[in-house]
């Protein structure tokens, strides 16, 4: 008997063919896979190939910068400091070493800081003895790094400039001298003249006695008008302030008064008076500063009517005091107003023009301002100046 058997052959062929045919499609999608891989290797390649391109050349150029910053802070002539977070000397550059004498690096910047010293809190510059001796005054600056968080100080030398600064003030004061020469021998010999004329009266034999002290009181009267204009002249020429000192203002203010409630008492005019005035004192050149105010003060006399008034009043805040002086004068046109300042420039015959000029230079030569305030009535100028309250010394 014959036997029947199922044939494996065709079904096992299909299997392997649908299994060979599946590994084949795999294979290309791997294959595809790769090469898609392959080519964002080469572009990505390409990318960081330029980037360290650009890198690079950005370090090139950081390395040329650096060199030639480090070659331009050793040719500064100032002197530069670096301190970092813990307030310490990290570097300096050689002018810093020439300018101190000394290499501070690794050093606390507070103990460096403490070699100068300064004439006045307000004042921007600072005093520095180097050590063979000699003064010399600087200007110290200082900026924050916001990286790491020290700073770099910057430190000048200004002595010369200053200097400097002075002599051209003083050439100014010079050629304006210059300038106004004519009109002051003018102003001069007016009442040189006068005087004279007076005083050649009093050779009379025949004079009473009467008509002599007449004649003596004008020439006398004459004799110091001619002291001011050259008090004025003098004091502009040589500057408006010679040694800054701390100023009591209840001694400056009973001076003033002193010199002035005589004047304002023969013209008839009142004086309004501070009571009590504050406990502050002014840094300043206590003779320049009470000429100022003398002046203003003798400025409101001259164009006050008669019975008139003249005010003097305080206010400050914080920091400044303000000193006004008002009168009730004519008051100041527009166009003198813009000019009122200037050296030489008045609207007055026998007037110089340098009473307000001295009074807004030592002003400004003392931390302060002076300006002509808008004003209802008269005339009304400010004198502003910072103060600090007086300090109580005990015997």
């Known amino acids: 008997m014959r036997s029947h058997d199922t044939p494996a052959g065709p079904p096992q062929t299909a299997g392997l063919e649908h299994a060979f045919d599946r590994f084949t499609q795999v294979s290309g999608q791997l294959i595809d896979a790769y090469l898609a891989l392959q080519q964002q290797v080469s572009h990505l390649s390409e990318q960081l190939a330029l ?17 030639r910053l480090s070659l331009l802070l050793n040719m500064l002539p100032a002197g530069v400091i670096e301190i970092d ?4 000397v990290i570097r300096q550059n050689p002018a810093a070493t020439q300018l101190l004498d000394d290499d501070l690096t690794g050093q606390p910047w507070q103990v460096c800081a403490a070699r100068f010293s300064s004439h006045h809190p307000d ?3 600072t005093t520095y003895r180097q050590p063979g001796g000699e003064l010399r005054q600087v200007l110290i600056q200082r900026q924050a790094l916001p990286d790491n968080g020290g700073a770099i100080i910057l430190v000048q030398d200004v002595s010369r400039a200053l200097e400097m600064q002075q002599q051209l003030a003083q050439q100014e004061r010079f050629v304006s001298m210059g300038r106004m020469a004519a009109s002051l021998a003018h102003q001069l010999r007016t009442p040189l003249a006068t005087a004279m004329l007076y005083t050649s009266h009093l050779n009379r034999p025949t004079l009473d006695e009467a008509d002599r002290l007449k004649f003596a009181g004008k020439a006398l009267t004459r004799l110091r008008a001619l002291e001011g204009l050259v008090g004025d002249m003098l004091g502009f020429v040589r500057g408006h302030v010679q040694a800054r000192e701390w100023v009591a203002l209840p001694r400056l203010l009973a001076d003033a008064e002193q010199i002035f409630a005589p004047q304002a008492q023969a013209r008839d005019i009142a004086l309004d008076w501070p009571g009590e005035p504050p406990q502050l004192e002014l840094y300043s050149d206590s003779k320049a500063l009470l000429g100022a105010i003398v002046n203003l003060l003798e400025n409101a006399l001259v164009f006050s009517p008669p019975n008139g008034r003249i005010r003097l009043s305080l206010m400050r805040n914080d920091t400044v005091l303000q000193l006004s002086v008002q009168d009730d004068g004519p008051g100041v046109a ?9 050296p030489f420039f008045t609207t007055r015959a026998d007037g110089t023009g340098l009473g307000l000029a001295i009074a807004r230079g030592v002003a400004e030569a003392s931390a ?3 300006t002509l305030q808008p004003s209802l009535r008269g005339a009304c100028f400010r004198l502003q100046l910072p103060y600090r309250p007086m300090v109580h010394t005990t015997g």
């Open 85 to 88: 977070a813990s307030e310490q």
């Open 368 to 370: 302060g301002e002076l």
């Open 334 to 342: 527009a166009d003198v107003a813009q000019r009122i300042f200037d």
């Open 123 to 125: 004042d921007e510059h």
């Open 51 to 67: 980037a360290n391109e650009q890198l690079s050349r950005r370090v090139a150029e950081n390395t040329a910068l650096l060199g």
